[in-house]
């Protein structure tokens, strides 16, 4: 089984950065596409962001566009999300998975809810003051 550990969160301003990570236990890391996902309670899981396999494309949630970004070392089983301009809003546990089918069901309706994830992380909470 593949695990997925992420770290990076925690409290920043309005305005600031976090830098979060996705660290996979397997070398076949590299052949998955990569999601994250964040949710806080009494809300639905939302859609942050994904890419692809190689890291050559990614797609970003309208509420994250230009402000978030996403890159992968395979070469070390990780992910990175870099958030910028953060605001309350941005405040949830953040979710990192993996999946095999493919970086286009990112962009399905029932990929944006998270199905068809083979994998998930245990989350990372951000917390974002005003």
């Known amino acids: 089984q593949v695990q997925l550990v992420e770290s990076g969160g925690g409290l920043v301003q309005a305005g600031g950065s976090l830098r979060l990570s996705c660290t996979a236990s397997?070398?076949?890391?590299?052949?998955?596409?990569m999601g994250w996902f964040r949710q806080t309670p009494g809300k639905e899981r939302e859609f942050v962001a994904a890419?692809?396999?190689?890291?050559?494309?990614?797609y970003y949630a309208d509420s994250v566009k230009g402000r978030f970004t996403l890159s992968r070392d395979n070469a070390k089983n990780t992910v990175y999300l870099q958030m910028n301009s953060l605001t309350p809003e941005d405040t949830a546990v953040y979710y990192c998975?993996?999946?095999?089918?493919?970086?286009?069901?990112?962009?399905?309706?029932?990929?944006?809810?998270?199905?068809?994830?083979?994998?998930w992380g245990k989350g990372t909470l951000v917390t974002v003051s005003s």
């Open positions: 397997e070398r076949t890391f590299s052949s998955y596409a």
């Open positions: 998975a993996a999946t095999t089918n493919g970086f286009s069901w990112f962009k399905t309706e029932r990929g944006q809810t998270g199905a068809g994830m083979d994998y």
């Open positions: 890419i692809s396999w190689s890291g050559g494309v990614t």
